[in-house]
């Protein structure tokens, strides 16, 4: 009998749960001081500490706190000016708010294919995919495995368009040794319980444009310039431009605070979990029953998604039921935005989305969180060995009955890593980074 581990409301579905939030000591005591402070709303001092420790530890201008990555991603759409006419350039393997924040502004999403040794955007699908109608390039970090930022950036600057990084699962990733977030006018981070540092609900917006930081506050201010008020600069505030009620409030972040002090440790942690797989499932991708994650020169991850992408849509879904009846939630990840409704309306594709569709019917997430039990992960990779014998043996047996060896296209090539780094300041209004 496996033990039961992960949070209780879901230990009646597996007994090795795929998330399992940390929580240590600091949190309680940090909100405890924020509500005895008698200052609850946002915009206090542990929100102040919050903007400090992601200004210095993702090198930005600015760091504004959100109530989610998704609000941080809609404040980035209004900054970048988007409208109905515009295109904004981002992969279909994503989630829906990063097509969503800019559908809102009226703009079409262009959605291109990724990577296949990565699940990260494929710089090549992007130029391709520009049109004198392209305001935006928005890549997404999947995994918190920086995407090629060298040919990102270089494709911006030639075609003079904004970089709006999604780096919701990148917080400490870093791309050849400068934080992901940085790169982009803009950047998003996500603090969603999913995530390796959270405050249940979460998020922040990075300004590294300075031409763009006094309209951010104006945005996250409900379109005020009550910051500006509270500067001393004005004695009254009032309203100056469109926004919304983007701010959290001070005691999810005086939670969010603890989380971002322990970030380090959890990173560490889950990193070596991370490897301790990656080692474990050598020999199965040796013998081409899986794919593992790739990770490129000069990329440095936070250990945020352990991934296997099987070798066919059938294989996934023999594999995801066998390990729900083991007790181990194994999820797939994202519908891609191109086979989706909504995708359908309102965004196009731009060219081929052969790897996408691999990700999107293939690819399956293991168990992964801080201090997870060494034996809790043995058990993991002992059931997914177990699995995957199982399904060569069927394959096999299949295979010998139909006197057929089918293809399955597992030896996705492996990018070439870029011979410079992205030479942009942050701090240059040019219109790339």
């Not at 209004?78 to 009226?106: C, H, K, Q, W």
């Not at 699940?119 to 699908?125: A, S």
């Not at 797989?277 to 029953?289: C, D, S, V």
């Amino acid at each position: 009998m496996i033990q039961n581990y992960g949070d209780d409301q879901h230990r009646s579905r597996a007994s090795i749960q795929f998330n399992r939030p940390s929580l240590g000591t600091t949190e309680l005591r940090y909100i405890s001081q924020a509500l005895a402070s008698g200052h609850r709303h946002g915009d206090g001092s542990f929100t102040a500490r919050c903007h400090e420790w992601l200004v210095a530890r993702t090198n930005c201008r600015v760091a504004l706190l959100t109530t989610s990555c998704t609000t941080a991603l809609e404040m980035a759409a209004i900054l970048a000016g988007v409208g109905p006419g515009d295109e904004v350039v981002m992969p279909s393997y994503t989630f829906v708010s990063t097509a969503n924040a800019f559908v809102l502004r009226g703009a079409t999403p262009v959605l291109v294919d990724v990577d296949p040794a990565t699940q990260n955007i494929d710089p090549e699908q992007v130029e391709r995919a520009i049109t004198p109608r392209t305001k935006a390039i928005v890549p997404v970090h999947y995994a918190g495995v920086a995407c090629d930022m060298d040919a990102l950036c270089a494709i911006a600057r030639r075609h003079g368009l904004l970089l709006i990084e999604d780096a919701a699962q990148a917080l400490l990733s870093t791309y050849r040794g400068r934080p992901l977030g940085s790169f982009g006018q803009l950047g998003t981070i996500s603090f969603h319980d999913t995530k390796n540092t959270s405050s249940g609900e979460g998020g922040a917006l990075l300004v590294n444009d300075p031409a763009l930081v006094e309209r951010a506050y104006v945005i996250r201010d409900k379109g005020t310039n009550r910051h500006q008020m509270l500067r001393g600069e004005v004695d009254k505030y009032t309203w100056c431009d469109v926004g919304s009620s983007f701010l959290p409030s001070e005691v999810t972040a005086a939670f969010l605070l603890a989380q971002l002090e322990a970030s380090d440790a959890t990173a560490e942690s889950r990193r070596h979990t991370w490897q301790t797989y990656h080692r474990a499932f050598a020999a199965a991708e040796a013998q081409g029953l899986v794919r593992r994650p790739f990770i490129p020169p000069g990329c440095e991850h936070n250990g945020h998604i352990y991934y296997l992408i099987l070798p066919s849509t059938a294989a996934r879904g023999v594999f995801l039921a066998r390990m729900k009846e083991r007790g181990i939630s194994a999820p797939f990840h994202y519908v891609p935005l191109h086979d989706s409704p909504a995708g359908r309306r309102f965004g196009r594709v731009g060219g081929s989305l052969a790897a996408t569709e691999i990700a999107g019917s293939r690819l399956i997430r293991l168990p992964l969180w801080r201090d997870m039990p060494a034996e809790v992960v043995s058990t993991v990779i002992a059931e997914v060995w177990n699995v995957l014998t199982e399904l060569k043996i069927a394959s096999l047996a299949e295979e010998d009955a139909s006197g057929v060896s089918r293809a399955d296209g597992r030896d996705a090539p492996r990018p070439a890593a870029a011979d410079t780094a992205c030479a942009h300041s942050p701090s240059t209004p040019a219109p790339a980074p």
